[in-house]
């Protein structure tokens, strides 16, 4: 693992760079950097104030830089859910990695142990999720013998119905199992609710998040009891990361989607316990057809993902309706707002940022707003597509 000079991961269009934002062509993703860097900066302090440590979630962004960015502000390090963004993020400077998932495949598990020395050569680290006796076992082998080179948490389901395991006897079976393999450490908890996140009212995610904390809580005893106290119990999402981070029981945050703030988060009510996120990710489009009803724009979902519903149009009374792969509808919310017209830039929030992202192999950067700024950087989707 080397890292690459920068000039050979500049992604194409440089020729942008330090021109205004009417020279973006469309439709294409772009990052207001001044206000993802507000919500970076929020959340750091916000960390900070409670005493606990930031992991963001990289899958979100898939940026080596925004990932070092993250790290530099004061993060610990970054998540990533599969090994190749693991790989992507390490070749790109990323020291810090924990795979928030489980990896069974013994041709991956060894990719995960190769990463784990590369790391711990440059001295930063790797950790990993287990759910499974045969998962830490797989894992033990790969690794081989030696120095403790990962750290290992084990999952616990904690509502989401996912990954994890269900019980405190089988969280103890594991990290006794993780407990005598002496190339692995035993670093506490992976706890994480997704569907919490997205619960609309305050009232329900803490109902949610209550219910999580008491699984974790009764894992965190059974483990004190087995003499294998969890070190570290690490989780929490944009939705609900000040309820972990006040529960006393958590030590690290993964939210992730906080940096770019999606139209479906836009959604929650907000929680007066969590600093407030601006929207920094938009897709620029253009009008290319008007007719009486609607107007046409040159973004679909080839531009953005829509599993959580479809983008908002920034600061317009329209509504943006599926029209296809590379057309978006455009229709106007109210009786007397008028359609766009053929040629007019809008600006849509995607729904959903993680999926949105990897369908770009660039974010363009761009300070001093939308209006009148000037692209600033290209920030390449190093892991776009990285799914193994
Ligand atoms: C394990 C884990 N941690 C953290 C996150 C971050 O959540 P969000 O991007 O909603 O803040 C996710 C997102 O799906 C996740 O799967």
Redesign the pocket.
């Given at each position: 693992l080397t890292k690459p000079p920068p000039d050979a991961r500049a992604p194409s269009g440089s020729a942008l760079i330090g021109q205004g934002v009417g020279a973006i062509d469309t439709p294409a993703l772009v990052v207001d950097l001044d206000a993802m860097e507000r919500n970076l900066a929020r959340m750091v302090a916000f960390a900070r104030a409670q005493g606990v440590r930031l992991r963001p979630?990289a899958?979100?962004h898939k940026s080596a830089a925004l990932a070092r960015l993250q790290m530099q502000a004061g993060a610990v390090g970054v998540?990533v859910?599969k090994t190749s963004e693991a790989e992507v993020l390490a070749m790109g400077g990323v020291d810090n990695i924990f795979i928030?998932?489980e990896v069974i495949a013994p041709h991956k598990l060894q990719r995960v142990a190769k990463l784990a020395a590369a790391l711990h050569s440059r001295g930063g680290r790797l950790a990993i999720a287990v759910d499974s006796l045969a998962g830490v076992q797989s894992l033990a082998q790969a690794m081989g013998m030696g120095q403790e080179l990962i750290d290992v948490f084990v999952e616990l389901d904690v509502g989401h119905g996912r990954c994890g395991v269900t019980t405190p006897e089988a969280t103890v079976a594991l990290a006794r199992e993780i407990a005598r393999h002496p190339q692995l450490r035993f670093a506490g908890l992976?706890a994480?609710h997704?569907r919490a996140?997205h619960l609309r009212s305050v009232q329900e995610r803490r109902e949610a998040f209550a219910l999580v904390l008491a699984r974790v809580q009764a894992a965190c005893a059974a483990l004190q009891a087995a003499g294998l106290p969890a070190v570290l119990v690490t989780?929490?999402?944009?939705?609900t990361f000040a309820l972990e981070a006040a529960s006393g029981v958590y030590g690290e945050l993964?939210?992730?989607?906080?940096l770019f703030m999606d139209a479906d988060y836009a959604r929650n009510e907000a929680d007066p316990a969590q600093p407030s996120f601006e929207h920094a990710l938009f897709v620029k489009t253009q009008v290319m057809s008007v007719c009486a009803t609607h107007a046409v724009c040159d973004a679909g979902h080839k531009s953005h993902a829509i599993d959580s519903g479809l983008p908002l149009v920034l600061g317009a009374a329209l509504e943006y309706g599926n029209g296809g792969d590379e057309h978006g509808l455009l229709r106007a919310t109210r009786p007397d707002a008028r359609l766009p017209a053929l040629g007019d830039v809008l600006w849509l929030i995607p729904g959903h940022c993680?999926p949105t992202v990897n369908l770009h192999d660039v974010l363009i950067g761009v300070r001093g707003g939308l209006e009148h700024g000037v692209v600033e950087q290209l920030i390449r989707v190093d892991a776009r597509g990285a799914l193994t």
């Open positions: 979630h899958k979100m998540c859910q928030s998932n992976q994480y997704g996140q989780g929490a999402g944009t939705g993964q939210a992730g989607s906080f993680d």
